[in-house]
């Protein structure tokens, strides 16, 4: 037997303790990293509080209830979105706002006469503009009915409300005698505190953090605790770099959504990509930092994740059309759906294609087929 000896490189990414912790405190909110910091002053001798530090946290004029977004809300931008002139926003808005709370126009007759009079236009103009709200998601709200709204997302499908095949039976379940119940709002949050501010004065803004932590800390070095020292000295630096990070993602989403907070204009289509690129970090970590971190601003508190809720309409709405106009004999798959919309720009994997159908109501390929 010849035995042989040979060289060969190879490079490992072996995650220590210490890089493990700098990512989860990238997702960490406010009270878990004073948490984190209180444990570890109890158990690092090398970590000290400045207790002299003048370092103030500045109370905002601003009511502490996060910006929670509903049903209107989404109509609302979405008609932003659509091809509505000036005059069919502001009557559209007048519909949304008066909607109640299952997406039902009960004040229809009321409504409109008000509207007629006040903008002087036709009811036959005020009732174009409730019929296309009314194919806008949640698709039927904006009815006069619940029944009215029934008829509304079986006829998005194409079908016969008096005539159902007993195939499209099934489908029924996906529809909604209270269409604003389509509408997955986040759970409710009943106080938060923010994190940053938005400060603007004549037309021009800045970011204010209100929480930097590691102004409150410092470093000792303890001859016999070289370890812990490295350590307190590795949580400072972890700390400062979720600070400026926050700072830098906070600032790039403003920036992109100037116009939301300075004009009161729709929210643009926004990418944790797009943020990711803009400050050079990676979409991973841009995603822990938007979660449970909150902006003040004049508009009230917002969560940051809020800013990119809005690229899945569009992505919704061309699924929606990429079926409409597929050919009926041979419908498209989940699969190729996601290669219509990756080549259309947006990288949608074909679960997320399949979740969103269904959350349109829309059948799988095979069924598409069978119904026609």
Not at 190 to 200: F, K, S
Request: aromatic share 10%.
């Amino acid at each position: 037997m010849k035995v042989t000896q040979s060289l060969s490189l190879y490079s490992t990414l072996k995650i220590t303790n210490e890089m493990r912790l700098a990512i989860q405190m990238l997702a960490m909110d406010n009270d878990e990293i004073e948490a984190l910091i209180q444990e570890e002053l109890i158990h690092n001798p090398c970590l000290k509080e400045n207790i002299n530090n003048n370092y103030n946290y500045e109370d905002i004029n601003y009511e502490n209830l996060a910006h929670i977004i509903n049903f209107k809300d989404n109509l609302l931008t979405q008609v932003r979105l659509e091809n509505f002139n000036y005059l069919e926003r502001i009557i559209a808005a007048y519909i949304i706002y008066n909607l109640d709370e299952d997406g039902i126009f009960i004040e229809y007759e009321d409504i409109l006469s008000e509207l007629c009079s006040e903008l002087s236009v036709w009811p036959e103009w005020v009732e174009s503009v409730r019929k296309r709200l009314m194919h806008l998601e949640p698709i039927g709200c904006g009815a006069r009915s619940h029944e009215e709204a029934l008829v509304t997302q079986a006829q998005s499908h194409n079908f016969d409300i008096k005539n159902l095949r007993s195939e499209e039976y099934k489908f029924l379940k996906n529809f909604y005698t209270r269409p604003a119940q389509a509408f997955l709002r986040p759970e409710p949050i009943a106080y938060c505190e923010a994190d940053i501010e938005l400060v603007i004065y004549n037309n021009n803004y800045y970011i204010k953090p209100l929480k930097n932590m590691s102004q409150k800390l410092r470093c000792e070095k303890v001859p016999w605790c070289l370890k812990s020292y490295n350590r307190a000295h590795f949580l400072l630096r972890s700390l400062r770099f979720r600070e400026d990070s926050l700072q830098e993602v906070a600032k790039n989403i403003v920036s992109h959504q100037e116009d939301f907070f300075l004009k009161n204009k729709a929210l643009k289509t926004l990418s944790l990509k797009d943020i990711a690129h803009a400050t050079g970090l990676h979409e991973s970590s841009v995603s822990r930092l938007v979660k449970h971190k909150y902006i003040a601003t004049k508009k009230g508190i917002f969560e940051l994740k809020y800013f990119f809720t809005r690229e899945h309409i569009f992505i919704k709405n061309i699924i929606k059309n990429i079926i409409k106009e597929e050919d009926k004999q041979k419908p498209l798959s989940d699969e190729n759906i996601s290669r219509e919309l990756k080549n259309k720009g947006f990288h949608t994997p074909r679960r997320t294609v399949a979740k969103y159908r269904q959350q349109l109501g829309l059948a799988a390929a095979y069924n598409r087929r069978a119904l026609k």
